[in-house]
């Protein structure tokens, strides 16, 4: 299948369309403004409440008039372009392909090894994420705007999360369950003065010193005991670091360990520059960083459990050391023996992190419809990801039955080259929905070869169901037509044959905006749909019912400017708690209680909406092949620019095979 690298067939239609909409942008850009200088946000109501001038009032006062005339006088210009635009859609492609051309620019590209299926297996990691780029004006009623900063400013805090080198720490304590500020200081934060060394207690398992070749050697002197009981890191694992530290029940380190501890986890990268002045940045007010504020790995410091904030070299560590601004930054993922006491039967890690996982493969947008956001949030992308597909959707009357005035607002980023592409749209849309062309992209990726030359492929999808409340048969048609397209998929992009086989299927992942939730009583029809009789929801214990560490992904609007959650880390800090989820995230309706969320103390089925998904299954994969989830998690990387939590998943796939 040819993937489309440009909208028209020809660059005649190209220069048309772009005439075309340069007639139409000035009335939309001043229709835009408009309508966004009557919907202020809780933000901008704060800020105008502390102006006793009412500065801002005077603007509107003066500048309503001058829209207006503006307006009226682009509406002939505006109608001319739109006769031209219209009828072009008809030849207008799907999707935009965009491809990198000088992989130096994407330091995941650079990071990436080719899987030849040797040894234990392979991990990928997929994201998703809502990320509310609407015109302006239409942001503003989920309480976010200005869209092309907040575009800008998604796209750097995503590709710095995900270009992070991977440090797995582990706690062999029977009470401490959590890294404490006492013993993450001995770690990697000495204090003031304090030139003592910080591998007290430290035993190197795995080590790696990250050169941003993927170059590495594993000295493990003890194994992580993982699911499969081997505790080398899996094939393609990209600069992964596992350090373990042991503790007393008290919290502190034995003197046996601190005697027996010699090594140091050691990761060091060029650091990458800013690409976006300050002035830029200031637009959206979540970037008025404040103390351990970590959201865009900028700041002086960070939340002890996200981030390992200094260089840890295999000796001392001095304090210059310690304040200079990090060459690279690493993530932690905790593991107690208190999780496992209390989630007996579960096979996998959990979090709720204040990053995007590191070594990041796959990422799946949903909303992004403002066409300018979309050029600048793919700009950052490249910075990390080389292969994006973006622009997906119709236009006008073409390929639906409605008149579509917006795209789907999907877009794919991938490590990994894709091989095949196709896009659905949904022709039951109702109401506001039917609007955009919301449909399902559905994408073939290779991730290796075998020996034999044979391809090692995985099938990803991604999609974003119909949002109006109480549409639940719109919801179970759009979920049926979602599994036939992709069996359609699965078979027209398939060149194998089951007595030969030339591509080995290694996952087959589903993810996106389903806009229902698990707890619902409105939603039983869709929690009980037969897409999860073939797809595995690991959040998910059963219809109407999720696991006890899951939690809501859609945030109450109201909320995202409160000093309590308006950064990463505060607001990870929050959702740790029962009662500060019951605060700022919207939960399953109920007859029984008010729809207001603040400081509802209720008790309250379940720990929020969770309506973000990330499902996979193990039907029509290479069967001498396992899929299991290594690790999920909640995101608050984007705390203030979306009221939705990003989720992330990361899948190993394991070949049976012992290491040579």
């Known amino acids: 299948m040819v993937l489309y690298t440009s909208p028209f067939p020809n660059s005649f239609l190209s220069v048309l369309h772009s005439f075309s909409w340069g007639l139409i942008f000035p009335c939309y850009w001043l229709a835009d403004r408009l309508v966004g200088s009557f919907v202020p946000t809780t933000y901008e109501k704060r800020q105008r409440a502390d102006d006793p001038c009412y500065f801002h009032a005077l603007c509107i006062i003066i500048t309503t008039p001058i829209y ?134 430290i035993k190197r398992t795995t080590s790696m010193e990250y050169k941003g070749d993927n170059c590495g050697s594993s000295n493990g002197e003890e194994s992580r005991e993982d699911k499969g009981g081997s505790g080398e890191p899996h094939e393609g694992e990209e600069n992964t670091c596992i350090v373990r530290i042991n503790g007393e029940e008290n919290g502190h380190m034995s003197d046996t360990e601190t005697d027996t501890a010699n090594g140091q986890a050691r990761t060091s ?253 409105e939603d039983k029809l869709e929690q009980q749909h037969s897409l999860f009789t073939h797809y595995k929801d690991p959040c998910r214990a059963g219809p109407g019912e999720d696991k006890p560490w899951a939690i809501g992904t859609l945030l109450d609007p109201e909320g995202l400017y409160d000093e309590e959650v308006c950064t990463p880390d505060n607001l990870q800090k929050v959702l740790e708690s029962e009662e500060g989820r019951k605060g700022y995230l919207v939960y399953p309706t109920s007859k029984n209680h008010s729809s207001s969320q603040k400081g509802r103390k209720a008790s309250l089925k379940g720990n929020g909406r969770r309506i973000d998904y990330m499902l996979y299954t193990e039907e029509g994969l290479y069967l001498e092949w396992k899929v299991e989830v290594e690790e999920f998690s909640f995101i608050t990387q984007l705390a203030g620019l979306t009221d939705h939590l990003p989720v992330a998943m990361r899948l190993t796939v394991s070949t049976g095979e012992d290491d040579p």
């Open 68 to 201: 207006l005339a503006l307006l009226v006088a682009s509406l002939p210009f505006a109608l001319v372009g739109f006769l031209l635009w219209s009828p072009l859609q008809s030849a207008r492609r799907p999707y935009i392909y965009s491809r990198l051309k000088d992989k130096s620019h994407a330091n995941g590209a650079t990071l990436l090894t080719e899987w030849k299926a040797a040894g234990t297996g392979k991990s990928f990691c997929f994201g998703s994420a809502n990320v509310c780029l609407l015109p302006d004006s239409l942001a503003r009623f989920n309480n976010v705007f200005n869209t092309q900063a907040r575009a800008k400013e998604i796209g750097r805090r995503i590709r710095n999360g995900a270009s992070r080198p991977q440090i797995k720490i582990y706690i062999d304590s029977p009470t401490n369950t959590s890294i404490s500020a006492a013993s993450f200081s001995s770690l990697v934060s000495p204090q003031a003065g304090d030139n003592r060394t910080v591998n007290a207690g």
């Open 269 to 521: 990268a060029p650091a990458e520059p800013s690409l976006e002045g300050d002035a830029e940045i200031a637009k959206t007010p979540n970037h008025k960083q404040k103390e351990g504020d970590s959201g865009s790995l900028d700041s002086c410091s960070a939340s002890r459990e996200s981030l390992v904030k200094v260089r840890v070299g295999d000796g001392t560590v001095d304090q210059s050391t310690v304040n200079n601004k990090l060459l690279y930054k690493a993530s932690i993922m905790k593991k107690t023996s208190v999780r496992k006491k209390k989630h007996t039967d579960e096979t996998f890690d959990h979090e709720i992190s204040a990053f995007f996982p590191a070594n990041l493969d796959f990422l799946c947008l949903q909303e992004v419809f403002d066409k300018r956001a979309a050029e600048k949030l793919k700009e950052q992308l490249h910075h990390y990801f080389e292969y994006i597909v973006y622009d997906v959707g119709v236009y006008s009357c073409h390929g639906c039955c409605s008149f579509k005035f917006v795209n789907s607002g999907l877009l794919f980023a991938s490590r990994y080259p894709v091989m095949d592409a196709a896009y659905h749209c949904y022709p039951n849309g109702r109401g506001m929905d039917s609007l955009a062309s919301k449909g399902a992209l559905f994408l073939k990726v290779q991730v290796g070869s075998t020996p034999q030359d044979q391809r090692i492929v995985g099938y990803i999808s991604c999609t974003h169901l119909q949002a109006i409340a109480g549409d639940t048969t719109v919801r179970c048609e759009q979920l049926d037509m979602l599994q036939d397209w992709l069996s359609e998929f699965r078979k027209s992009t398939s060149s194998s044959s089951t007595a030969n086989p030339e591509e080995l299927v290694a996952f087959d992942v589903l993810c996106g905006d389903l806009n229902f939730d698990n707890c619902s009583s």
